[in-house]
């Protein structure tokens, strides 16, 4: 059973995990655990309150198979969380890492993004916010998100399909994904 860990930060965006949390035990049998850089009580910008009981330091020693790092305007402020070194061992690990919406910000912060292709919001909404983010040549302006060498990244507008990268680096079979995808479009098929 892969291992997939959810990064929430306080204000997180509550529509950027649940397809994670809700389709990746119960439908594909991943192992889906939340984590966040300190243990304790967090709220979503809905106003749902959690009580994350894992730590950075124990997602260190789960060895996900896969990290997502949920979103929220925390990621824009100075109150966000350096998690740059986090990053940076979980992909030397071996884990494949994504960020979807404001959690973008902590890949292009972490240097994650320079190099290989990405998105995320707006192609201004990096550089506004991160100084020294050099990526640029390799933004892709898509509507869905994007994988390249281990890094997914998505915009805020795009759940379903960085739930469906998600599950695909976990190891969920194509047919199954292609399902997914299917059925969370339904409803916008004419």
């Known amino acids: 059973m892969a291992k997939v ?34 243990t304790g009580q967090l709220s979503s ?21 896969v990290v997502a790092v949920i979103g929220g305007a925390i990621w824009e402020t100075d109150a966000a969380p350096d998690i740059s070194k986090l990053l940076h061992v979980l ?13 973008t910000l902590a890949f292009a912060r972490a240097g994650l993004l320079n190099d290989r292709d990405h998105t995320s919001n707006d192609p201004d909404f ?15 302006t ?14 805020g507008t795009a759940p379903v399909s960085f739930a ?11 047919d199954a994904i292609s399902q997914f995808k299917s059925m969370m479009a339904a409803e916008h098929i004419t």
């Open 5 to 38: 860990a959810v990064f929430l930060t306080d204000g997180f965006a509550d529509w950027e995990y649940a397809l994670i949390g809700g389709a990746g035990g119960p439908f594909y049998g991943l192992d889906v655990r939340y984590f966040s850089a300190a």
């Open 45 to 65: 910008q809905g106003g749902l309150s959690v009580n994350v009981t894992k730590s950075s330091a124990d997602l260190l020693v789960w060895r996900a198979d």
């Open 91 to 103: 992909r030397n690990d071996g884990a494949v890492v994504g960020a979807i919406c404001g959690a």
């Open 142 to 155: 898509s509507p869905s998100a994007v994988t390249s060498d281990g890094v997914i990244t998505a915009p």
């Open 126 to 140: 990096l550089a506004q916010n991160v100084g020294d983010y050099t990526g640029a040549a390799h933004y892709k």
């Open 164 to 174: 469906a990268a998600v599950f695909a680096a976990a190891g969920v079979p194509i």
